[in-house]
T-cell receptor, first 110, second 114 residues
Framework: ELKVEQNPLFLSMQEGKNYTIYCNYS?????LYWYRQDPGKSLESLFV?????AVKQEGRLMASLDTKARLSTLHITAAVHDLSATYFC??????????FGQGTILTVHP | DGGITQSPKYLFRKEGQNVTLSCEQN?????MYWYRQDPGQGLRLIYY???????QKGDIAEGYSVSREKKESFPLTVTSAQKNPTAFYLC?????????????FGPGTRLTVL
């Protein structure tokens, strides 16, 4: 059974600081997705990582995938309040089925 | 206007009642999925369908049923057998066969049992 674990589960950051969210998974996969969820809202796709060594960047967020280590990271650079949300990683095991991590609740404060 | 629609946005159910949640898409995506999200938790897969008239159970299918009579529609019925149905329900779609199985999510239905 595939297990996906994120850490930390809660992250309180000061504006302007950098931090990394980690996503570990238990079974070989080379497809991983990152999503953002605002309170009471649906999920918004952030990044699609489809191979070992993939790196994607959008604004202050950068995601990477190491399939050998079964690890993905979501790096936040110079955090701003607008980045406050819950971030999920999801690992694909074939047939388009995704297994989600527990989510990381990010709060950015002045 | 392309996208995924779910209705209703909020739904209240009395114990013992069956209710049906609607999910419609005009993205021409082959695959459709239903997830359940409980407060402070991740998403768990209920059912999924990759082709019309075919669907498979996910991780928590007990107490739920689905149908896929049209490519555009994948309704979810929450039956009285589901003991704790209060949750946020999300429908998703994916194109499949493109090398990228990224899923796109609808706005969700919040179900509360009274």
């Amino acid at each position: 059974e595939l297990k996906v674990e994120q850490n930390p589960l809660f992250l309180s950051m000061q504006e302007g600081k950098n931090y990394t969210i980690y996503c570990n998974y238990s079974t070989t996969s080379d497809r991983l997705y990152w999503y953002r969820q605002d309170p009471g809202k649906s999920l918004e796709s952030l990044f699609v990582l489809l191979s070992n060594g993939a790196v994607k960047q959008e604004g202050r967020l950068m995601a990477s995938l190491d399939t050998k280590a079964r690890l993905s990271t979501l790096h936040i650079t110079a955090a701003v309040h607008d980045l406050s949300a819950t971030y999920f990683c999801a690992v694909e095991m074939g047939y388009g089925k995704l297994t989600f991590g527990q989510g990381t609740i990010l709060t950015v404060h002045p | 206007d392309g996208g995924i629609t779910q209705s209703p946005k909020y739904l209240f159910r009395k114990e013992g009642q069956n209710v049906t949640l609607s999910c419609e898409q005009n993205l021409n995506h082959d695959a459709m999925y239903w997830y359940r999200q409980d407060p402070g938790q991740g998403l768990r897969l209920i059912y999924y369908s990759q082709i019309v008239n075919d669907f498979q159970k996910g991780d928590i299918a007990e107490g739920y049923s689905v149908s896929r009579e049209k490519k555009e529609s994948f309704p979810l019925t929450v039956t009285s057998a589901q003991k704790n149905p209060t949750a946020f329900y999300l429908c998703a779609t994916a194109p499949l066969g493109t090398g990228n199985n990224e899923q796109f999510f609808g706005p969700g239905t919040r179900l509360t049992v009274l």
